[in-house]
């Protein structure tokens, strides 16, 4: 069975940090590129950050950067999502997608509340 899986949501405080964590089963990663998604209550979904199947091409958004890195590590088939200096604006429920081969998936999603 084909499935994304993301875990690593959790409540923190201002400037704190968490590691989301986004792993496949049924399909390896290594061959797909990977993007993390977020969705704040009321807003519409947006992209964070990718990376391309050959990992020789990150994006982040504006708002994310020099503060999230994402990474993948093929032999755990899981892409990850480091989260440094969160801020409240980073709550959300964070997604992760993978596109290859005319296929998309996309997880259910892991919660971040950045919250004193």
């Known amino acids: 069975q084909v499935q994304l899986v993301e875990s690593g949501g959790d409540l923190v405080q201002p400037g704190g940090s968490l590691r989301l964590s986004c792993a496949a089963s049924g399909f390896s990663l290594e061959y797909y590129a990977i993007g993390w998604f977020r969705q704040a209550p009321g807003k519409e979904r947006e992209g964070v950050s990718c990376?391309?199947?050959?990992?020789?091409?990150?994006y982040y958004t504006d708002s994310v950067k020099g503060r999230f890195t994402i990474s993948r590590d093929n032999a755990k088939n899981t892409v990850y999502l480091q989260m440094n200096s969160l801020k409240p604006e980073d709550t959300a429920v964070y997604y992760c997608n993978a596109q290859g081969f005319g296929m998309t998936y996309w997880g259910k999603g892991t919660l971040v509340t950045v919250s004193s």
């Open positions: 990376i391309s199947n050959s990992d020789d091409y990150t």
